[in-house]
């Protein structure tokens, strides 16, 4: 019974999120975004200390239960596991704990949460992996679904679906995706929790208190006729049928072995039953962990890709992106410092953005952490969408009033480039598409009133939006480009 509640939260669970990186109505954010804030580290990161508190509560009280059934990437490792048992029954076994690498591990990611190395909480962060496999390999596929039922409404008269456009995916972000899904895949199918009990640093550090859990999985040696039984469907590997204990620091409360325990040897009971926890054991673990807390971490070289799309304008060439001294960021992220300190890479916001502003790093410092490039579209300034799903606090939640008057950075004109100037023509798109009137087209020659117009622009009233870059028709590199700011400011 506690086993098929189990799954029917985990499912539950994964659904909700799941949709909340495929759906592009935004109703899915607006009812299950509080799943992405009851994640673990975007939590920590968000200095939500009721949910961090709340969630290592729940883990002194009855185990790891977090990772079997709130989050994605854990859930999403026991549906490879239930493929790879239908293949072969009984197969996996009790093994020693990795507790240096486990500790390794997490002390690594606290050094890069501390020091700002965004690239190494990107990779290992469970919730963050998850939502890149999300975004970039099932949104696709959901859009496309959601494609064929419009063609298919339309047919009919019916208006029920419309379509949408299927952005092109990071080549560096879905590569990543990829590899996250098919090494976590074949973990889980083969060995099961392999992952979770050895890289995961959510794991190890949830780990860590669920040792003292107040419920836990307890052998009765006088029940247990040690067929192994509960060992060779152990997915976590913790359980030691020969001596008949259960290494609760990796036990992710699944109740596998209580349901296939034929003498009824296992219960989920109360720690008083459990057998104790000896004083040199605990010192063991202690040293262990603070021998392992001071190893440090470095990091290494970078390689930035270009990237290219087509602009949508008439001129079928594809527009460039300018090269910027300051990524853009978007409006909430408050500066480049508190996006970098807080955001996991996710994707939620990328997934989130309706106008394909928003796409992932592919510097080292900021791997695949969200950056505002106009090739696609501009940054609305009734949009707020990517600050209200934000789970971590690197986006802080703006209304649509104050997102008008926050300066993510200012537009910076390119003679060269201009199109009065290189093709005689006269244009002004910039200037009558500034949402914020900061555009004025002036006499490029005072003293010749037959003289192009060129842009002018007034940085102190510029919020950085990139309307004018977007719908600027020099190319394959805007006339006018935005310039991000490393702190917003209000004007």
């Given at each position: 019974m506690l086993k098929k509640i189990r799954q029917a939260v985990a499912v539950i669970s994964i659904v909700m999120v799941t949709l909340l990186f495929v759906d592009f109505t935004g109703t899915a954010a607006r009812w299950f975004g509080w799943m992405a804030k009851i994640q673990f580290l975007?939590?920590?990161?968000?200095?939500?200390?009721?949910?961090?508190?709340?969630?290592?509560?729940?883990?002194?009280?009855?185990?790891?239960?977090?990772?079997?059934?709130?989050?994605?990437?854990?859930?999403?490792q026991d549906i490879f596991g239930a493929a790879g048992k239908k293949a072969r029954k009984n197969r996996y076994s009790y093994s020693r704990p990795k507790s240096i690498l486990r500790y390794t591990m997490l002390t690594l990611m606290v050094i890069a949460i501390v020091f700002g190395i965004g690239a190494f909480v990107a990779l290992l962060a469970p919730y963050s992996a998850y939502g890149r496999i999300a975004q970039t390999m099932l949104a696709p596929v959901w859009a496309y679904g959601n494609n064929l039922l419009a063609s298919w409404a339309e047919a009919r008269d019916s208006y029920a679906f419309y379509t949408v456009d299927i952005l092109p995916r990071a080549a560096l972000t879905l590569t990543v995706a990829a590899m996250t899904l098919i090494v976590l895949g074949y973990l889980a199918w083969r060995n099961g929790r392999t992952y979770c009990n050895t890289i995961c640093p959510v794991g190890t550090l949830l780990g860590f208190f669920s040792r003292y859990s107040w419920l836990r999985p307890v052998i009765d040696t006088s029940k247990c006729n040690g067929c192994g039984l509960c060992a060779r469907?152990?997915?976590?590997?913790?359980?030691?049928?020969?001596?008949?204990?259960?290494?609760?620091?990796?036990?992710?409360?699944?109740?596998?072995?209580?349901?296939?325990?034929?003498?009824?040897?296992?219960?989920?009971?109360?720690?008083?039953?459990?057998?104790?926890?000896?004083?040199?054991?605990t010192d063991s673990s202690r040293r262990q962990f603070m021998a392992v807390t001071a190893t440090m971490a470095t990091a290494a070289a970078l390689k930035a890709?270009?990237?290219?799309?087509?602009?949508?304008?008439?001129?079928?060439?594809?527009?460039?992106?300018?090269?910027?001294?300051?990524?853009?960021?978007?409006?909430?992220?408050?500066?480049?410092?508190?996006?970098?300190?807080?955001?996991?890479?996710?994707?939620?916001?990328?997934?989130?953005c309706p106008n394909g502003v928003l796409r992932p790093s592919t510097e080292l410092d900021t791997l695949m952490q969200p950056e505002s490039s106009y090739e696609r579209g501009y940054c609305r300034p009734e949009c707020n969408l990517c600050?209200?799903?934000?789970?971590?606090?690197?986006?802080?939640?703006?209304?649509?009033?104050?997102?008008?008057?926050?300066?993510?950075?200012?537009?910076?004109?390119?003679?060269?480039?201009?199109?009065?100037?290189?093709?005689?023509?006269?244009?002004?798109?910039?200037?009558?598409?500034?949402?914020a009137g900061a555009i004025t087209m002036v006499l490029s020659n005072p003293a010749d009133e037959e003289s192009p117009k060129?842009?002018?622009?007034?940085?102190?009233?510029?919020?950085?939006?990139?309307?004018?870059?977007?719908?600027?028709?020099?190319?394959?590199?805007?006339?006018?480009?935005?310039?991000?700011?490393?702190?917003?400011?209000?004007?």
């Open positions: 975007p939590a920590l990161l968000s200095a939500n200390l009721v949910i961090v508190a709340v969630l290592i509560l729940l883990t002194l009280l009855l185990g790891r239960l977090y990772c079997s059934v709130i989050c994605p990437l854990g859930i999403m469907n152990c997915k976590a590997a913790c359980i030691n049928s020969k001596e008949h204990t259960i290494d609760l620091s990796r036990c992710v409360t699944c109740f596998d072995c209580i349901n296939k325990c034929h003498k009824g040897a296992i219960s989920y009971t109360t720690r008083r039953a459990a057998a104790p926890v000896t004083a040199a054991t890709q270009e990237k290219t799309v087509d602009g949508g304008l008439a001129t079928i060439v594809d527009k460039k992106i300018p090269a910027r001294k300051t990524r853009i960021v978007p409006p909430g992220a408050v500066s480049l410092r508190n996006l970098t300190s807080h955001c996991t890479a996710c994707q939620l916001c990328v997934s989130a600050s209200q799903v934000c789970p971590t606090g690197a986006i802080i939640p703006v209304s649509r009033e104050d997102k008008s008057s926050i300066q993510i950075g200012h537009a910076v004109w390119v003679k060269a480039n201009c199109v009065p100037l290189t093709d005689g023509v006269e244009c002004g798109n910039c200037a009558r598409h500034c949402p060129i842009p002018v622009v007034n940085t102190e009233r510029c919020i950085g939006c990139g309307a004018c870059e977007n719908l600027c028709p020099a190319r394959p590199f805007s006339a006018i480009y935005v310039e991000g700011h490393e702190s917003h400011r209000t004007i």
